[in-house]
C-alpha cells in the first residue's frame, strides 16, 4: 500500500473536486454568507457531480467508493473558507444520509437516499434538543404509538440544514421510562403538518442554515421508523463516531 494510503485515483479526485469548488462555490461564498442561504443549485452540481454519493452504493446512484475519497472530500470543503458550507454539506451527506443507508428500508433509500445522492433532497438530522445539549440520553421529544401512526412531539435545536431540508432523521423516545434504550430514530418530510421550524441568527458559520425545530402532534406512518425500535442510541453513537 502507498505510504500515504492516497492513490493517484485518490489524487485526480482531489483535483477535480478542488477545481469544482473554485469554480463553482467559492464565487458565491461571500453572498451565501451574508444572506444565511445557501442557493439549492449547488446541491444540484453536488449531485450530478456525484459528490454525495462517494460512499454510497451504486444501487442508489453511489459510487461505493473508500474511505479515503471521503477523507478528500471533507479535506477540501474545509480550505474554501467557509465552514458554514463545509458544514451544511456533511451534515446532508454524513449525518442525515448515513441513517438512511444504514437503518432506512427499501422505500425509504428509494424515495429519499436516490435523491440524496441527487442532490434533489436536502437531509437534516434532528437529535441536539434545547435543553439536554448533545447529552441524547436527555431527550425528551417522544415518538407515540397510535393506531397506524406515531405521534411525534417536541424540540430540536442546532439543526444543521434545519430549514433547507426536505426531510428529517429525527431521533425520539418511544419509551422514555427506559432512558437512553427507549429512543428509536424516524424519517420525516419537513412540510408535514405540525412541524415548525426557526432559524437562528448566529455569530459566524452564517451561510449554513442552523435551525430550532418544534413537532407539534407530528403524525407519521409506522413504517417512517428506521430500524428498529428503541436501537437509535446505538444507531446514533455507531455514526456520530
Given at each position: 500500500?502507498?505510504?500515504?494510503?492516497?492513490?493517484?485515483?485518490?489524487?485526480?479526485?482531489?483535483?477535480?473536486?478542488?477545481?469544482?469548488?473554485?469554480?463553482?462555490?467559492?464565487?458565491?461564498?461571500?453572498k451565501?454568507?451574508?444572506?444565511?442561504?445557501?442557493?439549492?443549485?449547488?446541491?444540484?452540481?453536488?449531485?450530478?457531480?456525484?459528490?454525495?454519493?462517494?460512499?454510497?452504493?451504486?444501487?442508489?446512484?453511489?459510487?461505493?467508493?473508500?474511505?479515503?475519497?471521503?477523507?478528500?472530500?471533507?479535506?477540501?470543503?474545509?480550505?474554501?473558507?467557509?465552514?458554514?458550507?463545509?458544514?451544511?454539506?456533511?451534515?446532508?451527506?454524513?449525518?442525515?444520509?448515513?441513517?438512511?443507508?444504514?437503518?432506512?428500508?427499501?422505500?425509504?433509500?428509494?424515495?429519499?437516499?436516490?435523491?440524496?445522492?441527487?442532490?434533489?433532497?436536502?437531509?437534516?438530522?434532528?437529535?441536539?434538543?434545547?435543553?439536554?445539549?448533545?447529552?441524547?440520553?436527555?431527550?425528551?421529544?417522544?415518538?407515540?404509538?397510535?393506531?397506524?401512526?406515531?405521534?411525534?412531539?417536541?424540540?430540536?435545536?442546532?439543526?444543521t440544514?434545519?430549514?433547507?431540508?426536505?426531510?428529517?432523521?429525527?431521533?425520539a423516545?418511544?419509551?422514555?421510562?427506559?432512558?437512553?434504550?427507549?429512543?428509536?430514530?424516524?424519517?420525516?418530510?419537513?412540510?408535514?403538518?405540525?412541524?415548525?421550524?426557526?432559524?437562528?441568527?448566529?455569530?459566524?458559520?452564517?451561510?449554513?442554515?442552523?435551525?430550532?425545530?418544534?413537532?407539534?402532534?407530528?403524525?407519521?406512518?409506522?413504517?417512517?421508523?428506521m430500524?428498529?425500535?428503541?436501537?437509535?442510541?446505538?444507531?446514533?453513537?455507531?455514526?456520530?463516531?
Amino acid at each position: 500500500m502507498n505510504s500515504n494510503y492516497f492513490t493517484e485515483e485518490h489524487e485526480l479526485f482531489r483535483k477535480s473536486f478542488r477545481d469544482f469548488l473554485q469554480k463553482e462555490v467559492v464565487p458565491h461564498i461571500e453572498k451565501w454568507e451574508k444572506t444565511g442561504t445557501i442557493e439549492r443549485f449547488i446541491w444540484k452540481k453536488f449531485g450530478e457531480m456525484g459528490f454525495f454519493g462517494i460512499n454510497y452504493p451504486e444501487a442508489y446512484g453511489g459510487m461505493n467508493l473508500d474511505l479515503f475519497y471521503s477523507v478528500i472530500f471533507l479535506e477540501e470543503l474545509q480550505k474554501i473558507k467557509s465552514s458554514g458550507f463545509a458544514a451544511a454539506m456533511w451534515a446532508h451527506a454524513y449525518l442525515a444520509m448515513t441513517h438512511l443507508n444504514a437503518e432506512g428500508s427499501e422505500r425509504i433509500k428509494q424515495e429519499y437516499l436516490a435523491p440524496s445522492i441527487a442532490g434533489e433532497k436536502i437531509g437534516a438530522l434532528c437529535v441536539t434538543e434545547p435543553f439536554g445539549g448533545s447529552d441524547v440520553a436527555g431527550m425528551r421529544t417522544t415518538a407515540v404509538k397510535k393506531g397506524d401512526k406515531y405521534i411525534i412531539t417536541g424540540s430540536k435545536t442546532f439543526i444543521t440544514n434545519g430549514v433547507y431540508a426536505d426531510y428529517y432523521v429525527v431521533a425520539a423516545k418511544t419509551s422514555p421510562e427506559l432512558g437512553n434504550k427507549g429512543i428509536s430514530i424516524f424519517l420525516l418530510d419537513s412540510n408535514l403538518p405540525g412541524i415548525s421550524a426557526t432559524k437562528l441568527d448566529k455569530l459566524g458559520w452564517r451561510a449554513s442554515d442552523t435551525a430550532e425545530i418544534a413537532f407539534d402532534n407530528v403524525e407519521i406512518p409506522l413504517e417512517n421508523l428506521m430500524g428498529e425500535e428503541g436501537k437509535g442510541f446505538p444507531y446514533i453513537m455507531q455514526h456520530f463516531a
